[in-house]
């Protein structure tokens, strides 16, 4: 097969409110796309007027939430034709936009990201490709996680990878296949609860480490029915509000925070090792939280792999980037057997 290059820019919002990921990659395709160079890379954060919109879009009434979807995909459109300029791109086939999740709720056949591409192609005039998450749970699948694909592909040297965001997912070969799955909340916990002290993160877990674990809350989150699940599955912002919030009311912030990341240690050291994991590839801004990684060190034999910066911070915008490209294709870029749907599929919208 001939081979063929492809430029694209992949946009990534995470649930953990970091902000803006924007990632300009280069694919070689031959039988496979299995070459990738990240070209340019930025994260630009979140006004505090966007941040909370974003973080209270999801009370808002049907009007305004429309309101904000035709707005916020401006505002993306805006921030990638700055980036396209103060870069000096010339070579892109397409942006990909993962928009930004306010309602993910499969089991009820909708999964909501807002920032209409199309408002992005007329910003920019580039063709954009959005939305990648609705077709699959129309299928059936839970719209999640979608990113196996390219752990599939480009990360093919890992028995698994791990992604630390607001959630924390994992991807691995399981017969053959590829599944992959949430495990469970992250950063968008533990965020939450460095703001009640003032910070906007906990800094390499210092407060985690100076807090106490309370083991009887910590007894309650580990039994969550979620985590007796069988994958596929995956977590939104309702089944926090529903299932952890209501039980981390009145603790010290520090106590919470050490005793959820002892949490989140445990659950994922758990897959680890219950699916004999013998090396993993460890992403996303969660990376940087040296007190959860030591916990998780410290309960697996897994070799854990954390590799640069600029993987650890745009993966996911890179494999966007990538699926827009298989999409572009019409070759498939989602994975059944990590979602749960009844195929795999060539999802995404396409602006043109």
Known sequence: MEKQTFFAIGLMSG????GLDICYSKFIKNDSIGTFEILKCKTLPYSTDWENRLKNAINLSSEKLLELNSEYGFYLGEKTKEFIS???????NLISSHGHTIFHQPKNKFTLQIGDGRAIKIKTNKTTIYDFRSQDVLLGGNGAPLVPIGDEILFSEYDACLNLG??????LK????????????????????????????????????????DFHLLDQLNQLNFYQEKAPKSLGIEWINENVYPLIQDQKP?????????????????????????????????????????KIKAKTKTE?????????????????????????????????SATGSSVDHSSGLIAN
């Open 15 to 18: 649930t953990s409110l970091d």
């Open 86 to 92: 103060n870069n000096k791109i010339t070579e892109l």
């Open 166 to 171: 607001g959630f924390s997912n994992i991807s």
């Open 174 to 213: 399981r017969n053959e296949k590829r599944i992959a799955f949430d495990i469970c909340p992250v950063n968008i916990i533990l965020n939450n609860l460095a703001n009640k002290l003032g910070k906007k993160y906990d800094k390499n877990g210092d407060f985690a480490r100076n807090g106490t674990i």
């Open 254 to 294: 520090e106590d919470l925070l050490a005793t959820f990341t002892e949490h989140a240690a445990i659950q994922i050291a758990k897959v680890f090792n219950d699916y004999e994991i013998r090396n993993v590839l460890i992403t996303g801004g969660g990376t940087y939280n040296s007190f959860l990684i030591e």
């Open 304 to 336: 854990i792999n954390i590799p640069e910066k600029e993987i650890i911070e745009y993966k996911e915008a890179l494999i966007f980037a990538f699926m827009g490209v298989l999409r572009l294709l019409n070759l498939n870029n989602v994975l059944s």
